[in-house]
């Protein structure tokens, strides 16, 4: 018999979250409940930073180099400073001589130090780079400040193209670079060029994952506010993350945490973007303390597309060599990825890429190359699914290109090499262990469910009639709930009268956490969920909290909120058992009340028990009074949901248009807490990648200049772009939490691309062109329809 004590850690974490996933059981999760924060969103009665107003509040607005690439030789706001209304600017001079001019630093793989300034001085990287921070007592005054700062250039030759940024003779980002290749990283296993050697196919693909912008309805936002008594800064942001906004703002100012307070209200959209911090939020911070009236700054839709950073761009080489059976024998990967004019956290996004590439096939031998390039563009960081879209969009395209070339079905190619059931946990070559998966069943009903047969015999008959009319599948897996090194907190309290406070270090922007939060302790504790309330974003309410991202919140958010329901639970028990009678292990909680369990008759409401918990008379002796508890849970790996996606297109043969006739997903995310808000998820996710597959990209010119710079240049999806989505599960819990989930927020953007490209691609086979770039607009299919046979 093996001792607890002689297992490791994760073993460990293992065998409790295995306990505590047995007691996990409540009547009300996988329940369709109404989301709860709902009323409120769509009566606009929710506070968004905008919608707050304070006493002498001020305005900010910034002044944006107009130039990709040039060296600063003067800034002049003198003129500006007496203009009605201005009340302060700084630039780069001002504020270095109160704190370090950075957001921080990173260094390349030559060791060079990349330090971001808050505004730029001598060099501008990028358009839109923040020169200059004005604040007025209108925005109309501030904005008519801005015109009146005289800023002298020296136009520096740009870089826009990160593959020609790689060649050594290329313009540089930045003055004093020798190379703008930023990072590199190489993976390597098994015998790739015996394995190229034996294939009966090698099939090459070139692919271009288009740089996007995440267009959050909700521009980002803060007010800042300073209480000269006590020396408290209070930061009102549209953030992601709360707490780690906290830690930065306390670093970049020099402050200790308990003299700053960030509060997230109704936050509308991050989609990674709001993740980190960024010039404005410091600089009004700092204007605050200056000024001692609080100063609120609201980016414009322009400002959010030239400044707020971007997602995905990757360009992409892979080469497949397979057996004539089209059993995958080697891979190779070469990813060059746009870092922008700085690296953020996000920069490394290729390398991971590199770790997730493999998907859901066993892949005997593989050599991959990431290499990100600085360039002077808006800087490149986290973006719904970051890194694994475009692993998934990179294998899924090329496993459908393998399957035309040997003339074998693409279900088919993809169910000779999924990694069987029985192999979990399986360690990839991307050295991650992937928890649990069934690929092959998920597959199988996903081609039942959207009728794959029936619409291939529909294709045949449609193309016999000249219609242009393509079938794509992809089956994608991707990397949740990330730990353990971040985790998530929560804290519950129970009042007197036996209502629930639930206070979690998670921070919403749309995801609907309420209702699922609300489920799990309303069953737990078995009283109505109208009883439960949930507070976010505020970090004086915690110790300590994470980020929203990664579709962490419900695996590792919920777990915490979980785990403070046990605690309570335990006290609430022994209580009523002294006032009942019983034995505490004899108590459930049921319909409103703490019952005994050998004995029925014998309850008492959860109301009384609340209540008697706050009187020590009546507690049992070693139980501390006051229903409260606070909870921290890391998990030993993370979660790897995955799906198939199954679409249908047809191309119009005059216009170039597509038209989706079908769209059917069947994902797999573990356990489901709530089937409605897992829903939501899943069509806002496929929309998304709707978006980038049909209508979404970040066009630059060869100067810098951004040519999507607004909603009428960059193209969103609108309802009439939109189909009816059939959304069905499979469930394969993981052991990884509590709860058994996996994570849902960016299942169907990760999905929703490569299907639709397989289906678009498929679509064009017949005229003998090959797919390349996206978006696959209108005019990008027409053209290729011109040029039959030549590659696009």
Not at 25 to 35: A, E, T
Not at 285 to 298: F, N, T
Not at 419 to 427: A, C, G, I, Q, S
Not at 759 to 780: E, I, S
Request: include cysteine; charged fraction near 25%; hydrophobic fraction near 40%.
């Amino acid at each position: 018999m093996t001792l607890l004590s002689e297992l490791t850690v994760s073993q460990q974490q293992q065998i409790l979250i295995k306990e505590q996933q047995a007691k996990a059981s409540s009547h009300l999760l996988g329940q369709p409940i109404k989301r709860k924060e709902d009323p409120r969103l769509l009566t606009g009665r929710s506070k968004y930073v905008d919608d707050l107003k304070l006493p002498s509040m001020l305005y900010a607005c910034l002044l944006r180099s107009t130039y990709a690439h040039a060296k600063i030789k003067r800034i002049d706001a003198a003129r500006a400073l007496e203009s009605d209304g201005v009340r302060l600017i700084y630039t780069s001079r001002e504020v270095s001589e109160k704190i370090k001019n950075s957001l921080g630093s990173n260094k390349t793989k030559d060791d060079v130090e990349i330090s971001r300034p808050i505004l730029c001085y001598q060099e501008a990287t990028y358009i839109g780079e923040p020169l200059a921070f004005v604040v007025a007592t209108s925005r109309t005054s501030a904005e008519d400040a801005i015109e009146l700062i005289e800023v002298e250039y020296e136009e520096l030759a740009p870089i826009v193209d990160p593959e020609l940024a790689l060649d050594e003779n290329s313009p540089k980002a930045r003055v004093g670079l020798n190379t703008n290749i930023a990072l590199v990283e190489k993976r390597e296993t098994g015998d790739v060029d015996s394995a190229f050697r034996k294939a009966a196919k090698v099939v090459k693909v070139d692919l271009i994952n288009q740089r996007v912008a995440p267009t959050p309805l909700e521009t980002r936002a803060c007010l800042a506010s300073f209480d000269q008594g006590s020396g408290t800064l209070t930061l009102w942001i549209s953030t992601q993350g709360p707490f780690q906004t906290r830690s930065e703002i306390c670093s970049v100012l020099g402050l200790p945490e308990y003299k700053v307070r960030v509060i997230a209200p109704e936050v509308g959209g991050g989609f990674g973007a709001k993740l980190s911090l960024y010039s404005e939020e410091v600089l009004a911070s700092l204007a605050a303390m200056e000024l001692g009236q609080p100063v609120k700054w609201i980016e414009t839709r322009s400002e959010n597309f030239l400044t707020m950073t971007h997602g995905r761009g990757q360009i992409q080489h892979v080469e497949v060599a397979s057996s004539d059976e089209g059993r995958i024998l080697g891979l190779k990967v070469r990813i060059i990825g746009d870092a922008g004019a700085y690296l953020t956290e996000g920069s490394s996004d290729a390398t991971f890429t590199l770790r997730m590439v493999s998907g859901c096939y066993i892949i005997p031998a593989y050599m991959g190359e990431a290499l990100i390039a600085l360039t002077n563009k808006v800087p490149h960081d986290a973006y719904r699914g970051a890194s694994r879209p475009e692993a998934s969009f990179m294998i899924e395209r090329a496993l459908d290109e393998l399957a035309r070339e040997l003339g074998l079905d693409p279900a088919e190619v993809r169910l000779r090499n999924f990694v069987p059931r029985e192999d979990f946990p399986y360690k990839t070559i991307g050295d991650l262990e992937y928890d649990s998966g069934d690929y092959s069943t998920n597959l199988k009903k996903a081609l039942e469910i959207s009728g794959y047969d029936r619409w291939k015999e529909e294709q045949r008959l449609a193309r016999k009639n000249g219609r242009i009319v393509g079938i794509g599948l992809a089956t994608y897996v991707e990397v949740c709930a990330f730990g353990p090194s971040f985790p998530e907190t929560a804290a519950i309290s129970v009042g007197m009268s036996g209502k629930v406070t639930v206070i979690s270090g998670t921070s919403p922007h749309g995801q609907g956490h309420e209702t699922p939060f609300a489920q799990i302790v309303a069953g737990e504790f078995g009283i109505p969920i109208d009883d439960v309330n949930i507070i976010f974003g505020d970090t004086t309410q915690l110790p300590w909290g994470t980020f929203t991202a990664g579709s962490r919140s419900a695996a590792l958010g919920g777990s915490a909120v979980l785990m403070c329901t046990e605690k309570i639970k335990d006290k609430l028990a022994h209580i009523a058992a002294k006032s009942l009678g019983v034995f505490a292990e004899d108590i459930e909680f049921k319909n409103g009340y703490l019952v005994s369990t050998k004995d029925p008759s014998k309850k008492v409401p959860f109301a009384n028990v609340a209540r008697d918990a706050y009187d020590p008379g009546k507690i049992p002796a070693g139980i501390e009074s006051v229903p409260f508890a606070f909870s921290s849970f890391a998990p030993p790996n993370y979660t790897f949901p995955f799906g198939t996606h199954v679409a249908v297109v047809e191309i119009d043969r005059e216009t170039g248009l597509v038209s989706v006739l079908d769209y059917t997903a069947v994902d797999d995310v573990g356990k489901v807490l709530n089937p409605l808000v897992v829903q939501g998820q899943v069509h806002g996710g496929i929309t998304q990648g709707l978006g980038q597959a049909l209508l979404e990209e970040v066009r630059y010119n060869e100067s810098g200049q951004l040519l999507s710079a607004s909603l009428l240049d960059y193209q969103i999806p609108l309802a009439s772009d939109v189909p009816n989505y059939k959304t069905f599960r499979t469930e394969t819990p993981t052991t990884s939490n509590p709860l058994g989930i996996k994570g849902v927020g960016e299942a169907g953007t990760i999905a929703a691309t490569p299907t639709l490209a397989n289906a678009v691609a498929d679509a064009l086979a017949p005229f003998g062109v090959k797919l390349k770039y996206m978006p696959f607009t209108p005019t990008y299919l027409k053209e290729l329809l011109s040029k039959e046979k030549d590659d696009a």
